[in-house]
């Protein structure tokens, strides 16, 4: 995942609206890749090439400025970290993103909501627009991982080196 702080508000706004939209335990972020592989498969040559991806790979400005929909879900895009995003699927295609369901190239984006019916939807909307756009600077890949006790950190690497 990259962080991106700048739109935790949104969040909170998404939470205000119905707390059971927004994934508990996950700050503001846009995935790279999930599922990503098991933890027990995190070898010491996995990691090191999620550390090599991340070198190469400059920080980005990310503006946030759309909000959008679908049944169900809510997001905005953050088409300046697409390349982030297809360098670490296309660096594991033995992992189909989000287990194929968009495609191999998901559009990056940070999600805001998901579930919800459409009149929900509408209120995290009225909630989320006011405070675009945002402007954030991704500059760490991060590995997280689902454990028992909650998404944990696994591994920070910088964009850029």
């Known amino acids: 995942m990259i962080l991106l702080p700048a739109a935790e508000p949104v969040l909170a706004a998404a939470r205000r ?60 895009p953050a088409p300046s970290l697409q390349r982030v995003t297809d360098a670490v699927c296309a ?13 191999p190239r998901p559009p990056a984006h940070v999600t805001v909501a998901m579930g919800g019916d459409e009149q929900t939807l509408e209120r995290v909307a009225a909630e989320v627009r006011p405070l675009l756009p945002l402007t954030d600077r991704a500059d760490t890949l991060r590995l997280v991982a689902l454990t028992e006790r909650g998404w944990e950190s696994r591994l920070e690497a910088p964009l850029g080196g």
């Open 17 to 76: 609206v119905d707390p059971a939209l927004v994934r508990p335990g996950l700050p503001a972020h846009v995935t790279a890749l999930y599922p990503f592989l098991p933890d027990a498969a995190l070898t010491d040559e996995v990691l090191a090439d999620v550390r090599a991806l991340a070198a190469r790979t400059p920080p980005a400005e990310v503006r946030l400025t759309e909000f959008t929909t679908a049944p169900g879900f809510a997001a905005i």
């Open 91 to 103: 660096r594991w295609p033995e992992v189909p993103p989000y287990g194929g369901r968009f495609g």
